[in-house]
């Protein structure tokens, strides 16, 4: 069966193999609200760099964790592919695992580590305060403020936009004090809001990419060097 990339598959389709590296791994709580129940999520990304969150019953957690591995590349097939999430979904694919969904392990070095879903600022003002989907960003170091229990960083983006970023205290060691104008900085899984500006406020995935070299974050990163200086 031929391999195909995590950006063409499609909701309820029959499952396809596809090829990935397994970077996230967390518990969703479910609200008394949300009528749902607690779910096991991953988030895997494949050699593209495109991501899909995989979910499953927190009944199956001892089975999951017997055959699978945070950083490890697997084949995978027989999982069903279901619509977005409505609620902090960390990739435009959802697909759903069981029992007889197949993790065959691979060596692949070529898939990255990290999965990144930028968007252009005019975006952000679509999800400011909205849950539905976590926001991914990426810009040079124009400030960097130190906290007593936060960390804020105002980074400029390939247009000149200025977004601040708002690590809270389990997230603020992710930027150093030694990350100062110039540097670039690539953040996962923020939260859009607003108040002087346009903010992206840590959760409890995000990630860091301090200067990120990456062929997924190629092109972003030659745009923002080739800007004037900070």
């Known amino acids: 069966m031929a391999i195909k990339g995590v950006r063409d598959i499609r909701p309820m389709e029959k499952p396809q193999l596809i090829e990935i590296r397994v970077v996230k791994k967390w518990i969703v709580v479910a609200k008394p609200t949300m009528n ?6 991953y988030q895997f990304v494949d050699q593209h760099g495109d991501g899909i969150e995989a979910t499953g019953d927190t009944l199956e957690i001892e089975f999951f964790d017997s055959i699978i591995r945070l950083n490890s590349c697997y084949k995978v097939s027989g999982y069903v592919c279901t619509k977005a999430s409505d609620y902090m979904a960390t990739a435009n694919h959802i697909a759903s695992i069981v029992r007889k969904t197949k993790f065959v392990p691979v060596e692949n070095p070529n898939i990255p580590s990290m999965c990144f879903g930028f968007i252009s600022y005019n975006l952000l003002f679509n999800r400011i305060k909205n849950n539905k989907v976590l926001t991914d960003s990426i810009g040079h170091v124009k400030r960097n403020y130190l906290f007593t229990i936060l960390t804020k960083v105002v980074l400029r983006d390939e247009r000149m936009n200025m977004v601040e970023i708002t690590l809270w205290p389990e997230k603020r060691h992710l930027i150093g004090t030694d990350v100062g104008p110039g540097n670039i900085v690539a953040i996962t899984s923020a939260q859009v809001s607003k108040y002087s500006m346009i903010q ?21 990163v030659a745009r923002l060097k080739a800007l004037p200086p900070i």
């Open 36 to 41: 749902k129940k607690d779910e096991l999520c």
């Open 200 to 220: 992206l406020e840590s959760t409890h995935l995000t990630e860091v990419a301090i200067n990120p070299d990456t062929p997924q974050t190629a092109e972003y």
